[in-house]
C-alpha cells in the first residue's frame, strides 16, 4: 500500500479516508489493520466524552457492524466498495466524535 500506512504522527482519520479512496492499492491485511484502528480511535474517542460526563449522540447503527466489517476485509471476496464505504463511514464518525470533545 503505497503512501497510505499510517504511522504516529498521521491522523486515522486522514488515513482511512486516503485508504478509502485508493482502495483498489490498499492489501486485504492493511484494510482490515485500518478499519481494526478506526473502531480503536472511535472506541477511544466515545470515552474521553463519556469521562467527562457529556450528553452524547447515540453511536450510529453501523458501528456495531464495524468488527465484522475488519474481518471481512481481510478476505479477496469481500467487495472493495464495501470496505471503501466502510472507512469513510468511520473516518466522519471519528470526526464527529473530536468535533464533539473540542466543543466541550
Do not use: C
Not at 7 to 21: F, M, P, Y
Not at 29 to 55: D, H, P, S
Amino acid at each position: 500500500m503505497s503512501g497510505v500506512q499510517a504511522n504516529v504522527s498521521t491522523d486515522i482519520v486522514t488515513t482511512l479516508e486516503t485508504a478509502a479512496n485508493t482502495i483498489h492499492g490498499v492489501t486485504l491485511k492493511e484494510r482490515r489493520r485500518l478499519i481494526e484502528q478506526g473502531i480503536e480511535a472511535a472506541t477511544n474517542e466515545r470515552a474521553q466524552l463519556l469521562v467527562r460526563g457529556e450528553i452524547i449522540p447515540l453511536e450510529p447503527a453501523f458501528m456495531v457492524d464495524m468488527p465484522t466489517l475488519a474481518e471481512t476485509a481481510g478476505h479477496s471476496d469481500t467487495v472493495a466498495v464495501i470496505v471503501s464505504a466502510g472507512m469513510l463511514m468511520l473516518a466522519a464518525e471519528i470526526g464527529r466524535l473530536r468535533r464533539l470533545i473540542v466543543r466541550g
